[in-house]
T-cell receptor, first 117, second 112 residues
Framework: EAQVTQNPRYLITVTGKKLTVTCSQN?????MSWYRQDPGLGLRQIYY???????DKGDVPEGYKVSRKEKRNFPLILESPSPNQTSLYFC????????????????FGAGSRLTVL | QKEVEQNSGPLSVPEGAIASLNCTYS??????FFWYRQYSGKSPELIMF????GDKEDGRFTAQLNKASQYVSLLIRDSQPSDSATYLC????????????FGAGTRLFVKA
């Protein structure tokens, strides 16, 4: 089954304790991205990656790191989590269309709910 | 000004009616436009995408794009209670067009 898998689905941690949220896709997609979703603010892009070793900042990258060493994996790293990073996180992936006006349709993972105390 | 704006709702329509959801965007260079549906506690899923001016129909759903007015809409005909969800408008922006910007979403309730 074609899917994006995130782990963990739920996590409660404390301020300053490094954590990693993993994301893996089995669709051979070039493009992968992380979003956070907060009430009233919608989905905000944290980082995205166009391919292996190619990453770029989204709108809210502060406090997060990513890496893309393999095409299928795109982990999100919180080096020193803070309470304002409490949120629902989504990983998504897509093919990159061959033309600029094409559409990169995102497939989302099930989400990871993170609470930082 | 937010890059992608939607009325947060809630929008309430009776079963069988047409639901009209609207979205405006600020980046005139945007090329691709999307509507995603998100049920409570679930992840977003694509309903439709559009990148040419005009209408695009898929079953009960019609997306409308007007690039001159920077306006995208989604019409849901014969609305069903199962259509009750949050509808997210998204736009590709940035260099290369692969930075996807989402609106905050419109909550739709379809009353049986």
């Amino acid at each position: 089954e074609a899917q994006v898998t995130q782990n963990p689905r739920y996590l409660i941690t404390v301020t300053g304790k490094k954590l990693t949220v993993t994301c893996s896709q089995n669709m051979n997609h070039e493009y992968m991205s992380w979003y956070r979703q907060d009430p009233g603010l919608g989905l905000r892009q944290i980082y995205y990656s166009m391919n292996v070793e190619v990453t770029d900042k989204g709108d809210v990258p502060e406090g997060y790191k990513v890496s893309r060493k393999e095409k299928r994996n795109f982990p999100l790293i919180l080096e020193s989590p803070s309470p304002n990073q409490t949120s629902l996180y989504f990983c998504a992936s897509s093919l990159i269309p061959p033309i600029l006006a094409g559409a990169n349709v995102l497939t989302f993972g099930a989400g990871s709910r993170l609470t930082v105390l | 000004q937010k890059e992608v704006e939607q009325n947060s709702g809630p929008l309430s329509v009776p079963e069988g009616a047409i639901a009209s959801l609207n979205c405006t965007y600020s980046d005139r260079g945007s090329q691709s436009f999307f509507w995603y549906r998100q049920y409570s506690g679930k992840s977003p899923e694509l309903i439709m995408f559009i990148y040419s001016n005009g209408d695009k129909e898929d079953g009960r759903f019609t997306a409308q794009l007007n690039k001159a007015s920077q306006y995208v809409s989604l019409l849901i005909r014969d609305s069903q209670p199962s259509d009750s969800a949050t509808y997210l408008c998204a736009v590709n922006a940035g260099t290369g067009g692969f930075k996807t910007i989402f609106g905050a979403g419109t909550r739709l309730f379809v009353k049986a």
